[in-house]
T-cell receptor
Framework: DAGVIQSPRHEVTEMGQEVTLRCKPI?????LFWYRQTMMRGLELLIY????????DSGMPEDRFSAKMPNASFSTLKIQPSEPRDSAVYFC?????FGQGGADTQYFGPGTRLTVL | AQSVAQPEDQVNVAEGNPLTVKCTYS??????LFWYVQYPNRGLQFLLK??????LVKGSYGFEAEFNKSQTSFHLKKPSALVSDSALYFC???????????FGKGTRLSVIA
């Protein structure tokens, strides 16, 4: 399996622009998580989905952030408009269904490093 | 609410010496405990987990961790450190429900030759 796939790996944009980050979870996984990593705040959970439905978005920092999961193999995290304080590494992770082997474990993608100038 | 504390931002150890990276947790009910490692410019890689059973859990790359319920700890250990073990280590916890992992702030391990 290719693992969790994220694109782009690096994104540099200017303040005010729209940014879209993409994630393809591991096939068969029914949980998908978006995290943000910064030096100051560490690893923060932004939102997670189960069977394509958002379960908890309480970690989404502001209305400028939105996430969708239109199908089981694709999710997006959008920031509009972007601000310099959004600069961070954004990780996507997925997890198998309960009862399946390795169901306890979250598997992470390589991350997208976002820089907002 | 679940929480994890990693009391050390940085741990330095000489190559060949044993290493310990500390983690304490708080969770209602039975804990599911994990260690992940992050190398520079990479995602988090799963190292090991404790769900139930033996308190000593063995994982990848010679790492192990000991679950101590009375002290609510899950320290990561390795008998002999390698320079290549230098990385950022995260402890994480969740309860036995279908909740996401909650991560500690991470401990940077530096193994010096």
């Amino acid at each position: 399996d290719a693992g969790v796939i994220q694109s782009p790996r690096h994104e540099v944009t200017e303040m005010g622009q729209e940014v879209t980050l993409r994630c393809k979870p591991i096939s068969g996984h029914d949980y998908l998580f978006w995290y943000r990593q910064t030096m100051m705040r560490g690893l923060e959970l932004l939102i997670y989905f189960n069977n394509n439905v958002p379960i908890d978005d309480s970690g989404m920092p502001e209305d400028r952030f939105s996430a969708k999961m239109p199908n089981a193999s694709f999710s997006t995290l959008k920031i509009q408009p972007s601000e310099p304080r959004d600069s961070a590494v954004y990780f996507c992770a997925s997890r198998p269904p309960f009862g399946q082997g390795g169901a306890d474990t979250q598997y992470f993608g390589p991350g997208t490093r976002l820089t907002v100038l | 609410a679940q929480s994890v504390a990693q009391p050390e931002d940085q741990v330095n150890v000489a190559e060949g010496n044993p290493l310990t990276v500390k983690c304490t947790y708080s969770v209602s009910g039975n804990p599911y405990l994990f260690w992940y490692v992050q190398y520079p410019n990479r995602g988090l890689q799963f190292l090991l987990k404790y769900i139930t059973g033996d308190n000593l859990v063995k994982g990848s790359y010679g790492f192990e961790a000991e679950f101590n319920k009375s002290q609510t700890s899950f320290h990561l250990k390795k008998p002999s450190a390698l320079v290549s073990d230098s990385a950022l280590y995260f402890c994480a916890v969740r309860d036995s429900g279908n909740t996401p992992l909650v991560f500690g702030k991470g401990t940077r391990l530096s193994v010096i030759a």
